[in-house]
């Protein structure tokens, strides 16, 4: 049983940051990545970052870049995003998702493990 809990999402302004949370719980210990989805209002679920649970590489989509950090607590069982310079294009529902595939994956299809999201609204 494995079970993902986001938190951390709120109304900020552009420009601002924040760090999103996800505690895990359950068989954690099976996690071979971890990664975060976001989806806009009125568009489908996009890829953000990814991370080797166990090692340090990390994967970004090309529009964060620079802006966001993916990092995670293994002591802990809590994945973060820290976001920096936040955009209104940012603002989505947020969403952590875990994989036992040691394999940072694009697709919302590589992950088995979700959570259900938190808000994320930047207005200027």
């Known amino acids: 049983q494995v079970q993902l809990v986001e938190s951390g999402g709120r109304v900020v302004e552009a420009g601002d940051s924040l760090r999103l949370s996800c505690a895990a719980s359950g068989r954690t210990f099976s996690f071979g990545s971890a990664a975060w989805f976001r989806q806009p209002p009125g568009k489908e679920r996009e890829f953000v970052a990814a991370?080797?649970?166990?090692?340090?590489?990390?994967l970004y989509t090309d529009s964060v870049k620079g802006r966001f950090t993916i990092s995670r607590d293994n002591a802990k069982n809590t994945l973060y995003l820290q976001m920096n310079n936040l955009k209104l294009e940012d603002t989505a529902v947020y969403y952590c998702?875990?994989?036992?595939?040691?394999?940072?994956?694009?697709?919302?299809?590589?992950?088995?493990?979700w959570g259900q999201g938190t808000q994320v609204t930047v207005s200027s």
């Open positions: 991370v080797i649970w166990s090692g340090s590489r990390t």
């Open positions: 998702a875990a994989s036992t595939l040691r394999v940072m994956n694009t697709s919302p299809s590589g992950y088995n493990y």
